[in-house]
């Protein structure tokens, strides 16, 4: 079984959105499940595409006029800071360290998702803005 399976609350009804969600969760277990070896490379993908998802969704809240941006965009900076700082104990070869960090993010991705991000897809959905996926 997958560290964290895909659950139907995950999916907010916003296809770009989920669509983003559902690779954040694919990372998730595959760095769960990654070689040792393999890890820091997997963590470096992993910390890239969480950079394009978190970009995405700031540049949906500024399009939107999402009023509590600032909290979301805020959030998201702490997350990349943390994750930033995992990286570099990763690359030193504390391995452990970094498969905590992605244990950890599978509670903090369920409130996110659930708060944050509910609150953007229902916003989005209200004005009538259709969020279009970053180029990949």
Known sequence: MPLMPWLPQYDLGCAPMDHTHKE?????NRLAEIADDQFLDGFD???AHTVDHFEQE?????????LP??????EHRRVLQTLQSIRRFV?????SIGRKAV??????F?????????????????VGYAPVPLAA
Do not use: K, P, Y
Request: proline residues 0%; glycine residues 2%; hydrophobic residues 50%.
């Open 110 to 126: 369920t409130t996110h998702a659930a708060t944050m991000d509910t609150a953007l897809a229902v916003h989005m959905r209200n």
């Open 45 to 47: 993908q992993f910390l």
């Open 24 to 28: 954040f969760v694919e990372w998730i």
């Open 69 to 74: 941006i600032h909290c979301h965009m805020d």
């Open 91 to 95: 690359s030193r070869g504390d391995i």
């Open 103 to 108: 244990a950890e993010l599978v509670d903090w």
């Open 58 to 66: 700031d540049r949906w809240m500024e399009a939107s006029n999402f």
